[in-house]
Every structure is written in C-alpha cells, then in structure tokens.
C-alpha cells in the first residue's frame, strides 16, 4: 500500500481530527503526520503493527539461521579454533 498526499498531514491537523483519522486508519489507511513539515510520527492499525513486528521477528530468526549456516560452513571447512584455546591465547598475549 502506497502512500499518497492525502495520508500526509499536519500534526495540528491530527489534533483537530484525531477521531475521523483513527476511523480512517481502522479502514486501512495510515497516516504520516507531520511536525514542522517534517516527518514525525505514523498512525497505523494495531493489527497492522503486530504484523509488521511479527514480519522484523521473522526477519531476524532468517539472519540467525543464515549466520548459523555460515558458521557450519566454517566448521565442516576446518575454519574454526577451539575457543577455550583462542581465549588461553589471548590472555598470555596480554599478560606478556
């Protein structure tokens, strides 16, 4: 859904209208409303914004199983160290 002129508007205009806005924005509209002509916040429907965290949930668990799948990748590859090992090291470099 694209936004169009009409969804954008002023915050003192929000104030004025807040009642009719919410209807809209129940119907499926969202709003941008503006603070010295400037992008401030959104009005969205609740429902549409619990998708839209379930859509960034969603989101981070692909990243964290891409970054699982590279981290397999590394260990069948042979490119990995112990890390009990790698922390030993670091701490006799620092201590030298």
């Known amino acids: 859904m694209g936004i169009s002129a009409s969804d954008v508007i002023p915050l003192s205009h929000a104030r004025a209208n807040f009642s009719e806005l919410a209807e809209e924005v129940k119907a499926g509209a969202e709003k941008i409303v503006t603070k010295n002509g400037e992008s401030f916040i959104a ?36 490119r990995v160290k112990d890390a009990r090992i790698a922390i ?3 701490k006799r470099r620092r201590s030298a």
Not at 55 to 75: F, P, T
Request: charged share 35%; net charge negative; glycine share 6%.
């Open 43 to 78: 009005l969205i429907d609740s429902d549409r914004l619990d998708y839209y965290h379930q859509l960034e949930r969603e989101r981070i668990h692909l990243l964290l199983i891409d970054e699982v799948s590279r981290g397999l990748d590394d260990v069948a590859a042979g």
């Open 88 to 90: 030993q090291s670091i």
